[in-house]
Nanobody
Framework: QVHLVESGGGLVQAGGSLRLSCAASGIIFRADVRAWYRQAPGKQRELVASVTNSGYTNYADSAKGRFTISRDDAKNTVNLQMNSLKPDDTAVYYC?????????WGQGTQVTVSS
C-alpha cells in the first residue's frame, strides 16, 4: 500500500508561481513513473507531466515551458514547479505513483489562478 499526500496548492494571481509537492509512504519502488494530473470542473482528468526513474520527462502541451516536474528518490517525492500560471490552470492537482505493483493517487490539492 502506497499513501500519497500532496501539498503546495493555493490561490495565486495570473503570472504567479506555485510549487506542488507529493510525499509517498509505504513500500516504494524506484523503478516507477511519477506524475501530476489535474481535473478542472466539468472536465476529465488529464496528465500534466510525468517523470520516470531514469529522468525521462513528458509534459502536456499546455505545461511545456512553464512547468517543471522533478523527483527525489531518497525522499520518495515528486514535485511540480509551476510558473507563469494562467486562469486555465485552475484545477485540482493529483499526484500519481505507478509501477508494476501499485497505481496510487493522492487526495488532490486545489490550485486557483485569478485573472
Amino acid at each position: 500500500q502506497v499513501h500519497l499526500v500532496e501539498s503546495g496548492g493555493g490561490l495565486v494571481q495570473a503570472g504567479g508561481s506555485l510549487r506542488l509537492s507529493c510525499a509517498a509512504s509505504g513500500i516504494i519502488f524506484r523503478a516507477d513513473v511519477r506524475a501530476w494530473y489535474r481535473q478542472a470542473p466539468g472536465k476529465q482528468r488529464e496528465l500534466v507531466a510525468s517523470v520516470t526513474n531514469s529522468g525521462y520527462t513528458n509534459y502536456a502541451d499546455s505545461a511545456k515551458g512553464r512547468f517543471t516536474i522533478s523527483r527525489d528518490d531518497a525522499k520518495n517525492t515528486v514535485n511540480l514547479q509551476m510558473n507563469s500560471l494562467k486562469p486555465d490552470d485552475t484545477a485540482v492537482y493529483y499526484c500519481n505513483f505507478r509501477s508494476y505493483l501499485y497505481d496510487s493517487w493522492g487526495q488532490g490539492t486545489q490550485v486557483t489562478v485569478s485573472s
